[in-house]
């Protein structure tokens, strides 16, 4: 119908518009409504417009991580009220797409020997205040010969990577700087402070072990081969991957590109990526603000 009216449009200098009305099988009542509300039409194509630009825009700035849910709430936060279903039709009209969770695959396997440490977590994700629950793990980034190793401590009250060491190897002394690293981001005072972990041998060690009896630090550890057990680490690395990795990219070339980009979308991480658990806020944000969140694992 659309087609014809603006077949209409473009001869009625020529033709009658009764006449090609007649001839079309349509009604000038009907051709005339359309032609008033075209002016609107164009201005609704006009702003769809607009709002494409501004999502390409944040999507870039975000690294091509945001979906429509993240990329609704940047764009509010700018005074745009938008509905998060028409972002979801403009990218879905545009080929914008955020990226998605790759395949899991472990890194840190148990010693048979250590004693582990109870689980005082029990997949109880939760906080009510900060460096009340700690978690970590860690995990492989390719590179195009070998890996480096990434070891993490998150608070689970704010999400916030509060330390993290980066390495060529996967000793204790990695998860040991990493525990150090968040240790030093809290001040150096972090009696009381439960740090849950998986049951590798990086974890059981006696360095480890002594490391947080050193600082007051109560380890909890979960079952062998339960990825639910440290949800909340798997998620974070779930998250840096799906980011970092591009579409058609597996690895890093080099030592230096992968630190570079890891150090980069750290820093992002923490201070400007918007968590849906957080009330789509940052970590940084969420601690400067308040000091109790509960933290919903299905939210990447």
């Known amino acids: 119908m659309t087609l014809r009216y603006?077949?209409?449009?473009?001869?009625?200098g020529r033709w009658a518009i009764q006449r090609i009305c007649t001839v079309l099988g349509l009604w000038r009542s009907g051709y005339y409504a359309w032609l008033k509300a075209e002016s609107a039409r164009q201005s609704k194509v006009g702003e769809d417009e607009a709002l494409v630009a501004e999502i390409r825009e944040i999507h870039h700035?975000?690294?091509?991580?945001?979906?429509?849910?993240?990329?609704?709430?940047?764009?509010?936060?700018?005074?745009?009220?938008?509905n998060h279903k028409r972002v979801e039709r403009l990218m879905a009209e545009h080929g914008i797409v955020g990226r998605h969770q790759r395949k899991y695959q472990r890194t840190t396997r148990p010693d048979a020997q250590a004693a582990p440490a109870p689980d005082l977590v029990g997949r109880e994700f939760t906080a009510t205040r900060l460096d009340e629950k700690w978690c970590g793990d860690i995990t492989y980034l390719p590179l195009g010969r070998g890996y480096l190793y990434l070891a993490t401590v998150i608070d689970m009250s704010s999400r916030r990577l509060v330390g993290w060491s980066l390495a060529d190897h996967m000793t204790a002394g990695l998860v040991c700087d990493a525990l150090e690293s968040a240790i030093a981001t809290r001040?150096?005072?972090v009696?009381?402070?439960?740090?849950?972990?998986?049951?590798g041998r990086q974890y059981t060690s006696a360095e480890f072990g002594h490391l947080c009896d050193q600082h007051g630090i109560q380890r909890s550890m979960g079952r062998v081969g339960s990825s639910y057990d440290n949800a909340l680490a798997e998620s974070f690395f779930a998250t840096l991957k799906r980011e970092?990795?591009?579409?058609?990219?597996s690895f890093w070339r080099t030592e230096t590109q992968a630190r570079q980009d890891i150090f980069r979308w750290i820093a992002y991480y923490n201070h400007h990526r918007r968590h849906s658990a957080l009330g789509h806020h940052s970590p940084i944000h969420h601690e400067q603000h308040t000091t109790t969140t509960t933290v919903d694992l299905h939210a990447a």
């Open 6 to 12: 603006r077949f209409i449009s473009a001869h009625s």
């Open 61 to 82: 700035q975000h690294h091509g991580a945001y979906g429509a849910p993240r990329i609704t709430m940047e764009l509010r936060s700018r005074g745009r009220l938008v």
């Open 187 to 189: 001040g150096g005072r």
């Open 191 to 199: 009696d009381g402070v439960v740090f849950h972990s998986d049951r």
């Open 244 to 249: 970092l990795l591009a579409p058609g990219r």
